[in-house]
């Protein structure tokens, strides 16, 4: 099965908001409420910001929040900071035991 | 405080095994979770290997099945990864992570490149 489809990047000024989105089909995104989200900055390991579409783990920010409608699944950061810059990637359960990963999105704030 | 620790070779030969070990600290690996390999190639995205739940069944990604053996040693608190009959294109970043009910990862490993060249 085909990755998820991301947009290469995204951006945003300090306080603003962005939305990441994450196209899949009706066979992943669309069919289960498994669909996560990981922030990655250069050099580290990528960390869980959203599981099953918006739960956030302890510790995220609020002003992280995660959401589906169909096939797509977004993430939204809100009052945008500086150190929210980074890669963003979705992940969503794919049935039979399959987990695909979505291309990664460039996040700069500006 | 549950921490994840890769190790094995930096360097594999084409055609070769690539394995790497995942030491648990901090949580009993038989416990509740899943445990997974996640790798990145350099300056690419983030693919899925495979999981082991921990009664030790496997699930792993179809285009790797053939390849990828995942395994658990319960009495070192670790499990493993075997990729068969390595090429260039298994060079990555090769990460262990913790997996939990919705198959989300939470606790992630630093990280240990692998380099396949002879």
């Known amino acids: 099965q085909s990755a998820l489809t991301q947009p290469p990047s995204a951006s945003g000024s300090p306080g603003q908001s962005v939305t990441i989105s994450c196209t899949g089909t009706?066979?992943?995104?669309?069919?289960?409420?498994?669909v996560s989200w990981y922030q990655q900055h250069p050099g580290k390991a990528p960390k869980l910001m959203i599981s099953?579409?918006?739960k956030r783990p302890s510790g995220v920010p609020d002003r992280f929040s995660g959401s589906k409608s169909g096939n797509t699944a977004s993430l939204t950061v809100s009052g945008l900071q500086p150190e929210d810059e980074a890669d963003y990637y979705c992940?969503?359960?794919?049935?039979?035991?399959?987990?695909?990963f979505g291309g990664g999105t460039k996040l700069t704030v500006l | 405080q549950v921490q994840l620790q890769e190790s094995g070779p930096g360097l594999v030969k084409p055609s070769e095994t690539l394995s790497l070990t995942c030491a648990v600290s901090?949580?009993?690996?038989?416990?509740?979770?899943?445990w997974g390999w996640i790798r990145q190639p350099p300056g690419k995205g983030l693919e899925w290997i495979g999981t082991?739940?921990?009664?030790?069944?496997?699930y792993y990604n179809p285009p790797l099945k053939s390849r990828v053996t995942i395994s658990i040693d319960t009495s070192k608190n670790q499990f493993s990864l075997k990729l068969r009959s390595v090429t260039a294109a298994d060079t990555a970043l090769y990460y262990c992570?913790?997996?939990?009910?919705?198959?989300?990862?939470?606790?992630w490993g630093q990280g240990t490149m692998v380099t396949v060249s002879s």
């Open positions: 082991i739940h921990h009664s030790g069944t496997t």
């Open positions: 009706s066979s992943d995104v669309g069919y289960y409420n498994y």
């Open positions: 901090g949580y009993s690996i038989t416990s509740v979770y899943n």
């Open positions: 992940t969503s359960y794919a049935a039979s035991n399959n987990l695909l």
């Open positions: 992570a913790r997996q939990f009910g919705g198959w989300a990862f939470d606790i």
């Open positions: 099953e579409v918006s």
